[in-house]
């Protein structure tokens, strides 16, 4: 039977699954359904559920939106959520460097990014990388440790460590409005040439579409400090370009049947210069990686009482890349791998109010994921995931309690060798809010979270490296916080306060074979964290109408081995510091914006063992970055000026990998 | 709960200012590691006989893109371990010794060290560990020495990034104005060399185009520098020793999977297979008349290393039943991964590389297996290099 054949009953299955679950809920909504019913409906507008802010969420929230994203003026994702506490991010440096986020010392894995409400897969190495996606045509970043506590949502959204939500743009009008244009162009440093555009259109009173694209250019060379502090040299690094492309077009819809939809296509096709690691001798490498990533993903969200409603989702996602190596020469040429990913994705999330303070949910997910590549000896793998979440939220005037139950089935097939065995996990959280006070302005939370993240394609079917054996990697997450939140008239001062206990085992970890080529996959590591985040947040204006805000991330984290037997038992995993923190001030006055970050992060060690050829020093960057507005031919045009790393430091965030010294940035957009 | 705005804005500000302070204060200068400069054995000492073994080098691999190549050295005069003495004798080369370490040897009064994805030889006095000369060759693999002349491998072929060339060669290097002499080209990606009798043989892998491995010795006659013959052996080869009688122990790795690692036998004479065992060889060294083969083999069925510590009499060329440590040291063993023999008092260096990402250990046992000493190392302690008076 072929794969493809399979994949159509799998997804039989699923809908057969998914379906009594359905009918259950869409048949006692239609027995309450009546002309009035669907009136009282759209005055109450049930599905904008009340979004958890992160003063009274019931785990830890960091949101980046709309104006403040807007002000740091940073170029990606990445560089945006480094601002976050408890956040280390693996920057391989340069506009086109591989950057991922690794959340409270667990591993970039265990963190999953999504991308209107739709996890961003890899199946094959569980990575996203966020230096790839735009801040241009995003609304908001947040970060929830735990799991985000909101309704309606997918089993996927239950199912990681942490989550990290991307919400696009949406369309939205003025008055009268039919349209609107915001296009800009970005250059600066590292020849890069960024120009985007993004244009909304409203069709009619129940149907808008957007089309937002931009184009990336940049050489990427940058200078860099090669020291051991008796030598000193200066190299530039090379063969660090990019050039990429994103197009995006959706469509959002309403009907007059208390329904809302939207579609989405999602295009992003690069090609760029691997620049390697900088050792000895050796100052250029002549690798390459094109990728390219294709998904159409939609949401349809259904009223049906005011008591239940449900959102389907679905995503079809294409995702190829290439790597391309001359210096390797085998008997059919230059070494050139190509993988090809392809994931189908439907869910069914159903919410229902069972009384005044009691909300239960019921999510179903199907996903099937294949991984095709050149390689000798491939498996060609195909994973089957079905996960259903079960889900009650108990709120209360000052008390909310939630929790969830994630079932998790994983079958895998190969076409050649050994697979996978089949997998049934279940996955249990508990989150608690509370109000001691009659004050609402200080509130405390707890959160218990158990679960896994699944061994990649790379992990388990890797030539010479994977290993089919592994088990899932487990985390277990114990937060304690507050938070304190004080509204004047002039100001907004919020303090929050988490500490946590994190354990990591059977974690999956790569030891070696019989040489530097042969190495595969265990299960080996315990890992056990121990740390703590400080937020302040302090906002408002002053008499004469400036407008300030400030915040303040500290974040201490003791993330250490304790594989039994291992030689670097009780040693701070690598890449950890134990102190880092950001700040961020930003002042507005009439038409000028300014804007200045800091970023801290710690003494860490690059490889397990804490010695001193394996240090690394402290680094930290100052950003700065001014706005101005101004009118031309009666709509608005905005000029910005960002200096980064203002000081100029020479740093690596990952050892060998050199981070760009003071760059410079500069932004103009209109908006029609 | 009400909280004075003004007295939080004032914490607020001195909380502001320490945390500054702190964080600009706390980035020192480079730490160099400590332990200070390298100082060189004395190079004449009254009463000591010809053929006296001062000390050896030791040569870290350092895992790949770690650029933490390192050299340590032993002195058995003074009984003491001296780590990273490249850079000690050398703080001023940009990088230090590289990435990844590959091979280390003696000749004359010079110390050769074959530095893998860095691309270069480092050529080091053998006394002070100071750079004498660089030699730089892409993909440079293993070095040997034969009247006169070096002999490295490179995977890289004579013409690079030719998608058509996948052969490698070697290198003749001259070993007193450190250039390259000649070039031949060789099978994909060549392994270690030897030089005997007026030939070259050179062991080919072709490890980058699996499944299709070399399957052969590569002659070269010294001569003309031609490769003049193909000796047919085993799968993807390797190590290659040869013994006081002739004859040359080539390791084949095999496939990692359905053909297994063997040991085979070459005679130079007429340069045949004459013998085969079935033994997975990572690293061998023949020293009178015994070999000391060391032997990992991944089996992916089990999931589990298969670890051996053998010895084969190269006169009988039979394998002998006893392992070469006697005494149970081999349990706190993790990754053997090269072993060396004192040629004066026959004492058995054998090194662990562990993990791989942290330090391993170098493990000295008497000729009858028993454990003398150990030591911390470098990452990947790989290779080893007599200094013998």
């Known amino acids: 039977m072929s794969i493809k054949n399979n994949r159509f009953i799998n997804l039989l299955n699923c809908l057969r699954l998914c379906f009594p679950v359905f009918a259950i809920f869409a048949g006692y909504g239609q027995e309450k359904d009546s002309v009035t019913d669907y009136r009282k409906l759209e005055e109450v507008v049930l599905w904008q559920e009340r979004k958890s802010t992160e003063h009274t969420a019931v785990v830890p929230v960091q949101q980046l939106s709309g104006e403040t994203l807007k002000r740091m003026s940073s170029l990606s994702v990445a560089d945006a959520v480094r601002y976050f506490s408890g956040v280390q991010l693996k920057d391989y440096g340069g506009v086109g460097g591989l950057k991922t986020i690794n959340v409270r010392s667990m591993g970039s894995e265990h963190t999953g990014v999504f991308y209107d409400g739709i996890r961003l897969g890899n199946a094959q190495n569980g990575q996203v990388d966020l230096g790839k996606y735009a801040l241009d045509n995003l609304e908001e970043i947040s970060l929830y440790n735990g799991q985000r506590p909101d309704a309606g949502q997918s089993a996927k959204a239950y199912a990681s ?22 296009s800009g162009i970005k250059t600066g440093s590292f020849g890069l040439f960024n120009p985007y555009l993004n244009l909304d259109y409203k069709i009619n009173n129940r149907l808008s579409a957007r089309v937002s694209t931009a184009y990336t250019y940049a050489h990427g060379r940058y200078k860099y400090r090669f020291t051991n502090g008796v030598y000193d040299t200066t190299a530039t690094r090379e063969n660090a370009d990019i050039r990429a492309l994103r197009l995006e077009g959706a469509l959002y819809g309403t009907t007059g049947f208390n329904s809302k939809w939207f579609v989405k296509y999602y295009h992003y096709d690069s090609e760029r210069g691997l620049p390697g690691a900088v050792v000895a001798n050796r100052f250029y490498r002549p690798q390459r990686q094109w990728d390219k990533n294709d998904f159409v993903q939609g949401e349809y969200r259904q009223q049906f009482t005011d008591r239940y409603y449900a959102v389907f989702r679905a995503k079809y996602s294409k995702d190829y890349s290439r790597y391309f190596d001359p210096e390797i020469v085998t008997t059919s040429g230059f070494l050139d791998n190509r993988y090809h990913q392809e994931s189908l994705y439907f869910s ?20 099937n994921n294949t991984l095709d590549a050149n390689l000798y000896r491939f498996a060609y793998p195909e994973r089957n995931n079905y996960l259903v979440a079960l889900t009650t939220n108990m709120d209360w005037p000052r008390l909310n309690l939630q929790g969830s139950l994630l079932s998790t089935t994983v079958k895998e097939r190969v076409r050649y060798y050994e697979r996978a065995e089949d997998r049934q996990e279940f996955t249990p959280t508990l989150m608690v809010g509370w109000q001691p006070f009659n004050s609402p302005n200080f509130r405390l939370r707890a959160y218990y979270k158990r679960i896994f993240r699944m061994p990649t394609f790379n992990d388990l079917y890797y030539t010479f490296v994977g290993n089919t054996f592994l088990n899932p990697e487990y985390t277990e997450q114990l937060n304690l916080g507050f938070s304190y939140k004080q509204q004047r008239d002039k100001y907004l001062l919020e303090f929050q306060g988490d500490v946590y206990k994190i354990g990591v085992k059977d974690k999956i970890v790569a030891v070696p074979g019989v040489n530097l080529f042969r190495w595969t996959m265990l299960n080996l590591g315990k890992v056990s964290t121990t740390g703590a985040e400080a937020r302040v947040r302090w906002s408002g204006t002053t008499v004469g109408g400036l407008t300030y805000g400030m915040q303040f991330n500290y974040t201490w984290q003791e993330a250490l081995d304790k594989t039994p037997g291992s030689s670097v038992y009780g040693n701070q995993i690598p890449y950890i510091p134990v102190h880092s923190g950001s700040a961020n001030i930003s002042a507005s006055y009439r038409k000028w914006q300014l804007n200045y970050s800091f970023i801290y992060t710690g003494e860490r060690y690059s490889q397990k063992a804490n010695i001193p050829s394996n240090y690394l020093q402290p680094w930290y960057t100052h950003d700065i970055a001014a706005r101005y507005e101004l009118k031309v031919w009666e709509n608005k045009m905005e000029l910005s000026l960002a200096v980064n790393n203002l000081l100029n430091q020479y740093y690596d965030v990952i050892k060998n990998f050199p981070m760009p010294g003071r760059s410079y940035r500069l932004t103009i957009n209109y908006t029609l | 709960m009400r909280i004075d705005f003004t007295e939080w804005s004032r914490y607020s500000a001195v909380l502001t200012c320490l945390l500054l302070v702190a964080l600009t204060a706390c980035r020192s200068d480079d730490p160099l590691e400590s332990g200070g400069v390298f100082e060189p054995p004395a190079s004449e000492e009254p009463g000591k006989s010809e053929g006296e073994v001062r000390g050896f080098y030791l040569l870290n691999e350092g ?40 091979d280390i040897a003696v000749y004359g009064s010079k110390l050769y060290v074959v530095v893998n994805v860095s691309n270069k030889v480092e050529v080091l006095d053998l006394h002070s560990g100071k750079r004498l000369g660089k030699i730089d060759v892409p993909n440079c693999r293993y070095i040997t020495f034969y009247e006169g002349k070096a002999y490295l491998s490179a995977y890289l072929g004579e013409v690079a990034l030719d998608p058509n060339a996948p052969n490698g060669m070697v290198a003749e290097i001259d070993t007193t104005s450190l250039q390259i002499t000649r070039t031949v080209e060789v099978g994909r990606q060549p392994e270690e060399l030897v030089g005997h009798e007026g030939k070259l043989y050179v062991a080919n892998s072709g490890g980058y185009s699996p499944p299709d491995y070399e399957t052969t010795l590569s002659v070269i006659d010294l001569d003309s520098f031609q490769e003049t013959e193909r000796i047919e052996v085993g799968m993807n080869l390797h190590r290659l020793k040869i013994d006081e009688e002739g004859d040359l122990y080539v390791s084949s790795r095999g496939d990692y999977y359905d053909n297994p690692a063997r040991l085979y036998v070459v005679d130079t004479e007429d340069h045949k297979v004459k013998k085969s065992f079935d033994l997975a060889v990572s690293d061998m060294e023949i020293h009178k008349g015994i070999a000391y083969a060391i032997g990992v083999e991944f089996n992916f069925h089990t999931g589990q290393n298969t670890i051996s510590y053998s010895k084969i009499d190269t006169r009988t060329e039979s394998l002998l039943d006893d392992s070469f440590i006697t005494d149970g040291t081999e349990e706190g063993i993790e990754l053997p991964y090269g072993v060396a023999i004192n040629p004066q008092t026959d004492e058995i260096l054998l090194t662990d590389a562990g993990d791989y990402v942290s330090p391993g250990r170098l ?9 003398q000493w150990t030591v911390t190392t470098g990452d990947i302690p790989a290779h080893i290099a007599f200094v013998v008076e």
């Open chain 1, 348 to 367: 069914l999330s159903n919410s229902y109010r069972l009384t005044d303070f009691w909300k239960l949910g019921l999510a179903v997910d199907y996903e």
């Open chain 2, 363 to 371: 493990y000295c046992f008497s000729p009858d297996g028993v454990l």
């Open chain 2, 63 to 102: 895992n790949m893109g770690a650029n933490k190549a390192s050299l340590d050295f032993y002195d058995y005069t003074t009984e003491t371990y001296i780590s990273n003495v490249f850079s000690k004798a050398n703080p001023e080369l940009v990088g230090g010794l590289g990435d990844v370490g590959n």
């Open chain 1, 161 to 182: 460590a942490n989550t990290i939500y991307l919400q696009s743009r949406k369309p939205e009008f003025e008055e009268g409005e039919q349209w609107h244009l915001h």
